[in-house]
């Protein structure tokens, strides 16, 4: 069959969706395109609406992966606000829209991303409770950021995860008050560890954010269906004019579930299964970015990653596979914050109690510094702190499983490069 003949079909218009549809036509791919998105707007990067675009910095047109235009350029017959509802292994169709259209598929990627965990608590259908996931939601906090700025409003945020303390930071630089909620004994535990979560914590005390550790909601207390307070399990009450939930998200795997097709353990993050190849269980279906759990034999598990490096090379890496090219997705995962005047980018994998120390090259008080996480004298992890321009040789030392001399690691005189080789 030629390719002309073919049609694959993208569910998820976001960032691995959007660039999984530019890979086909770039790898000469001429069969139909179809990319279905539950969202009203063009497939967008999420990153700014915690960073740039919250912060007033980065105008709303910056977040978008490609121009309107370009997917009628591309012959990228594009769905916007359509849900699709099921999904027919056997016929290899997909099923979406009020209307119910049905569309046949040679191949299939789902990339259906992940969605904010919410707060189960009383309280939470008062106007002021946030999430922050989508475009719109979004636009409607750095709208409430404005006005608490203003008028001296407190916001309560629930997680002192990356969301979190993103969020946190943009609250205290419109000039609202803050207090956050962590079930942990610093932020970043479940990443950072310990020794490095703490990092962040002055980090945000400098900046005039209140932490409440060890403790989470129990009770969003509001009168005329607006918040007044916010209570914690440990019998405190904070108050809040506006509450947001940062407590992780969950894979959106609800089609993948109804079609029968291989889940991952929760213990792994949950997800969809799927190979090297980024194929699932079905041979014609491929599942990239946040909804994928993939093996990464470097640290010997298989990891979902909800990062946006992994949907901006995952939605490609997923393309080549159903064009049938050799495909081996073994990246290591990456992310970055911006955070004040603090800038860190992170690659690896090390969370508590897989490694055994940490290493410091620079001034950890300056927060000028690169921080290793090693097991048996091999790199786990890097994280430069306000240090640009390693994360190269920082990925290179985590591929190579090498041991490395923990004095030259924490030496900033001798170059990366030279331990990486």
Known sequence: MVDADQTFVIVGGGLAGAKAAETLRSEGFTGRVILIGD???HPYERPPLSKGYLLGKEERDSVFVHEPAWYAQNDIELHLGQTVDSIDRAAKTVHFGDDGTQVHYDKLLLAT????RRLDIPG???AG?????RLAHAERLKGVLTSLGRDNGHIVIAGAGWIGLEVAAAARTYGAEVTVVEPEPTPLYGVLGPELGNVFGELHREHGVR???GARLTEIVGQDGMVLAARTDDGEEHLAHDVLAAIGAAPRIGLAEAAGLQLAERAHGGGVTVDERLCTSDPDIFAAGDVACFPLDLFGTRLRVEHWANALNGGPAAARAMLGRDVVYDRVPYFFTDQ???GMEYSGWAPPGSYDEVVIRGDAGKRE????WLKEGRVLAGMNVNVWDVTDPIQRLIRSQAQVNTEDLADPHISLETLAS
């Open 340 to 342: 004040y005047d603090l």
């Open 129 to 133: 409770v946030h999430h922050l996931r």
């Open 113 to 116: 991303g992940a969605e904010p």
């Open 211 to 213: 932490f409440h550790f």
């Open 369 to 372: 510094f690169i921080a290793f």
């Open 124 to 126: 939470t259908e008062l």
């Open 39 to 41: 969202e009203r707007d």
